[in-house]
């Protein structure tokens, strides 16, 4: 007999409902008796109480189902330790609530800030397993996030879109992928979507070498420019602000986001109109693509095993194509982020793609 709760919490993405799946049928398999609790939106529902007992119908049809059947939310792990409006210690009654449910573990289905609180719970006592989800795929200690190879293809197909309508008009795009730390998404959409320039947040730019690249290209007699900026992408001067000084910066210019603001730089610096598109948040929609579909279900039926084993305390990765126990204790807020270094910006460059450095 084995009692599990299940949660998912921050962004959503493809494959949640996959991987819990995963999970429900490895134990169900195994298993005569299994009590499943789904917690309702993120951590909300384990610190209120919120939760539902599921049964394997729950889990039936659900492979391709995008978003998450549990619903989910944005607790920020800075406040966790912070009471809430009614004075409620949070670790404590998402600890009493667990106890209340005797469960022997708590799967957790989250990205960076997720994984932070389930490392607190682990330090707390509580069995903890978390699985590694983001379009962001900046989970340190794990090659591969599920959701991200969905969201490439959906930012890869906008990249698509926009380049015919580019090419027959010859004009400069800008399209802005998701990433507000890290470019990984941008990077690989773009290279997918042969984007001629690509910024991302860990590469700043510099806007004459933006608009060098666009010329380029016309002196070329290529009409016709596609950019692939991420959301978090960031000019040098900007880079040497400080945070406070940067976020100051931002409120004070008021541009709906930095493919906006991207716009006004090439303008400013002589270079041509550009026009604007923001797939935003459908890139974290719809139904998971394969390569998602199997990512999941292997970390779900290893999270599986491991409840069977009783192994806790651990993220569920993959390295090297082989599934991974990693210690949250030692990966536990560490971001996994483009390095200028890696091979795959070197041959990006090697091909003629602009970073704008
Ligand atoms: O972390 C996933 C993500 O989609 C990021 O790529 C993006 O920057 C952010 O979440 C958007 O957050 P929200 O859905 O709260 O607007």
Redesign the pocket.
Known sequence: MKRIGLLTS??D?QALNATMRGVVKGLSANLTELEVYGFMNGYKGLIYGDYRLLTSRDFSGILTKGGTILGSS?QPFKLMREPDEKGLDKVEAMKQNYYKLRLDCLVILG?NGTQKTANLLREEGLNIIHLPK???NDIYGTDMTFGFYSAVNIATEAIDCIHTTAASHNRVFIVEV???KVGW?TLYSGIAGGADIILIPEIPYDIRRVVEAIDRRTKAGKGFTVIAVA??AISKEDAKLSKKEYRKKIEAQKYPSVAYELAEQIKAANGPEVRITVPG?T??GGSPCPYDRVLSTRIGVTAAKMILDEEYGYMVGIVNGKMKKVPLAEVSGKLKMVSPKDSIIQEAKLMGISFGD
């Open positions: 921050g962004g993405c944005r990205g983001t379009i962001d998701m990433g507000h998404l959301e978090g948040h890139q974290r």
